[in-house]
């Protein structure tokens, strides 16, 4: 789509994940990704839980994409919205991740989602790090690719 070549995208991220898309997006749509240094996207919650979420995940993504195109100034924005927990009437866990793209000029929203089961074990508490180690070993922790920064 030529209407995006050469076009920037910001990112409603503070975790880095604009890596993880940016070659996608330079690729098919000709468009530059980036994200606002510092931007505060924890108020709507945090995957660890020490901000709680109020809203359901599209709430934070339309929440995320706003703060970032009111920072930037841009009418391209984009956002993430990751969560795991159980699948309801299934006994297993899953991991879910969406990705809300919007055009605020076109008046365009784009969702897209994924939803995977997770073969990890499941939650501990620990008091230590020796604790830990057992779990961290079993999640493949350390082994994950970095973003780049």
Avoid: N
Wanted: charged share 20%; net charge negative; hydrophobic share 40%.
């Amino acid at each position: 789509m030529d209407v995006y070549r050469d076009a920037t995208v910001a990112f409603g991220t503070r975790h880095g994940k604009q890596h993880q898309v940016a070659d996608a997006f330079a690729t098919i749509l000709g468009a530059h990704v980036t994200a606002p240094d510092d931007l505060d996207t924890d108020q709507f919650g945090t995957f660890s839980g020490e901000v709680p979420r109020t809203g359901s995940p599209l709430d934070a993504l339309l929440a995320k994409t706003s703060l970032a195109a009111q920072v930037t100034g841009l009418p391209l924005v984009l956002a993430s919205e990751g969560s795991y927990g159980p699948l309801p009437g299934l006994p297993m866990v899953v991991h879910e991740e969406v990705l809300l793209f919007r055009d605020t000029e076109r008046g365009i929203e784009v969702i897209e989602g994924e939803r995977v089961p997770v073969t990890l074990p499941g939650p501990v508490r620990v008091s230590t790090v020796d604790e830990a180690a057992p779990f961290l070993d079993l999640t493949g922790f350390g082994a994950q690719p970095r973003p780049e920064t």
